[in-house]
T-cell receptor
Framework: NAGVTQTPKFQVLKTGQSMTLQCAQD?????MYWYRQDPGMGLRLIYY???????DKGEVPNGYNVSRLNKREFSLRLESAAPSQTSVYFC????????????FGPGTRLLVL | GENVEQHPSTLSVQEGDSAVIKCTYS??????FPWYKQELGKGPQLIID?????GEKKDQRIAVTLNKTAKHFSLHITETQPEDSAVYFC?????????????FGSGTRLSIRP
């Protein structure tokens, strides 16, 4: 199993450009999550998908959209990137009998100029 | 809403000594407390977790304690080794039905001095 994979690993954008961050998991997990990680602020939830076909806002959803393409894939889109969106983005999925253990991807480092 | 405070933000210990990281949470309904280790350039990885019906849990050199009354929980690493150097995050949640609300602390950068 590859676990949780993310592409790209690193991206530089200019203000106003758009891009989609891709995430896929091969563990047959139902729930998937997008977080951003900024220095000194831990991980903050952007959007999550409790199951295929559903998505909900997290703590910091403004400026982002998501698509749960199928059970495996959960993408994050920036329609018009802003410097404030410079961050490291992590995708995660949940497993376990009580569904609480999160597995994280390796992250996408995004720089918006 | 739920808030998780984590201290210290940085910690340096001599190899072989113990390291302790502390977290407090605000929502008394929280019942699941995982700890994650994040190595440079990688995503966080679960190292240990504890549920509210347990006061302490141990796994080899790492242990976690929970004080529900005081709403704080701690990570203890004994006999520290160079490979323990990483950023550690605590988190709190109300369980699977509220999996969306896993709240993370701000992280502790642990450095092990040789």
């Amino acid at each position: 199993n590859a676990g949780v994979t993310q592409t790209p690993k690193f991206q530089v954008l200019k203000t106003g450009q758009s891009m989609t961050l891709q995430c896929a998991q091969d563990m047959n997990h139902n729930s998937m999550y997008w977080y951003r990680q900024d220095p000194g602020m831990g991980l903050r939830l952007i959007y999550y998908s409790a199951s295929e076909g559903t998505t909900d806002k997290g703590e910091v959803p403004n400026g982002y959209n998501v698509s749960r393409l199928n059970k495996r894939e959960f993408s994050l889109r920036l329609e018009s990137a802003a410097p404030s969106q410079t961050s490291v983005y992590f995708c995660a999925s949940i497993t376990g009998p009580s569904g609480e253990t999160q597995y994280f991807g390796p992250g996408t480092r995004l720089l918006v100029l | 809403g739920e808030n998780v405070e984590q201290h210290p933000s940085t910690l340096s210990v001599q190899e072989g000594d113990s390291a302790v990281i502390k977290c407090t949470y605000s929502d008394s309904a929280s019942n699941y407390f995982p700890w994650y280790k994040q190595e440079l350039g990688k995503g966080p990885q679960l190292i240990i977790d504890i549920r509210s019906n347990v006061g302490e849990k141990k796994d080899q050199r790492i242990a976690v304690t929970l004080n529900k009354t005081a709403k704080h929980f701690s990570l203890h690493i004994t006999e520290t080794q160079p490979e323990d150097s990483a950023v550690y995050f605590c988190a709190a949640s109300k369980g699977y039905s509220s999996a969306s609300k896993i709240i993370f602390g701000s992280g502790t950068r642990l450095s092990i001095r040789p």
